[in-house]
């Protein structure tokens, strides 16, 4: 049974390589600049790959003091930079606001890596009497929402999803299923990441899940093109605010649009491989459909998953064609990722915000890097430049390792 209560996004936090607000975000998703370059948190000399997308210009003085820096893993400092933007964006005050009607639930798909590999290595180097005492709390992938909820004294329904590249969805799909049941007025969620580390480019690399076009960093991340070799690794977090309709009106608060589906399946196939029909995104997108009510020919936009790897893009078309049926060959599809990178248990808080502002402003932001069209990815994609076309209903897609599947459904606010 579907709740009365409306759920509707007051607040926008981006935070990843191509910007650190809202403006400067979409106006870089609508031109289609990307955020590539060299490898700058370690020296990446000897590895196959040896770019990704940074966040640019990182100050976390901006946001945190010297301590906080010291003890704060950067996917968590991330984390409240960008709760920070999305509160500051959404005009909340939350000393104005019940704490307890106020929640946080923000994943991630690996949490504190570059804090584990620090650590490890005094283990190892020093001994085990050198390790630090915030070696846990800097590293566990549950305390980007614990800052968060610290930051902002919210003391409602607090955790921490860790579904891989889903992560960030089922956040705020949680998050959006609070509000609905009651627990909760209001919600910052999304997710957060910062696994360009040492490891973390190796381990990806070792999958052969990282395109290695070391020459023409800005042309790697080609998603549904048939050149595509493998995503370009992000850091970042993309956090919103999403709210009870009511009590966003009583505040006066700015709607972006509504959320109003939310659909999670597992794929149960294999560790890393999406299922070759693509029946599990497919379910995932259905139910979004059916729990925010619309039939799939009300569709107008999918923001895709769309990791620019050989196997997602092909499955994820797949999954379309089958939750969509005839009115696959219509929905407009982009990816993001060829422009922001893939930020993993971030990615669908960035691109939840690209949903809603798509929607918001009527214009679908490119799919960069299109060249050479795959007969297995044979949907109706906008590439490389943005489209300026009404969109009153979209899906965001999210897929992760271990067969984990979300989509989330956005419609345009009408009261």
Known sequence: MRSDRRVVITGLGPLCPIGQDVKTTWDALVEGRQGFGPITRFDPEGYDVRFAAEVKDWDPGRWLDKKETRRIDLYAQFAIAASTICVEDGGLDV???????????????????????????????????????????MMIANLASGH?????????????????????????????????????????????????????????????????????????????????????????????????????????????????GYGRTADAYHVTAPVPDGSGAARAMTAAMKDGGVAPEEVDHINAHGTSTPLNDVQE?????????????????????????HLLGAAAGVEFIA????????????????????????????????????????????????????????RRFES
């Open 95 to 137: 000393e104005r606001i019940d704490p307890t009607r106020f929640g946080t639930i923000i994943g991630s798909g690996i949490g504190g890596m570059m804090t584990l590999e620090a650590q490890h290595t005094i283990l190892m180097e020093r001994g085990p009497s050198r390790v630090s005492p915030f070696f846990i709390p």
């Open 148 to 260: 968060v909820s610290i930051r902002f004294h919210a003391q409602g329904p607090n955790f921490s999803p860790v579904s891989a590249c889903a992560s960030g969805a089922h956040a705020i799909g949680e998050a959006f299923r609070a509000i609905q049941h009651g627990d909760a007025d209001l919600m910052l969620c999304g997710g957060a990441e910062a696994a360009i580390t040492p490891m973390g480019v190796a381990g990806f690399t070792a999958m052969k899940a990282l395109s290695t076009r070391n020459d023409d960093p800005a042309r790697s991340s080609r998603p549904f093109d048939k050149d595509r070799d493998g995503f370009v690794m992000a850091e970042g977090a993309g956090v919103v605010l999403i709210e009870e309709l009511e009590h966003a009106k009583k505040r006066g608060a700015r709607i972006y649009a509504e959320m109003t």
């Open 317 to 341: 078309s797949r999954g379309v064609r089958l939750a969509f049926g005839p009115h696959a060959d219509r929905v407009l599809v982009n990816s993001i990722k060829g422009t922001t990178g």
């Open 355 to 410: 949903t809603a502002l798509t929607i918001l402003h009527g214009v679908i932001p490119p799919t960069i890097n299109y060249e050479t069209p795959d007969p297995e990815c044979d949907l109706n994609y906008v590439v490389n430049q943005a489209r300026e076309v009404p969109v009153r209903t979209a899906l965001s897609n999210s897929l992760g390792f271990g067969g984990h599947n979300a989509s989330l459904m956005l």
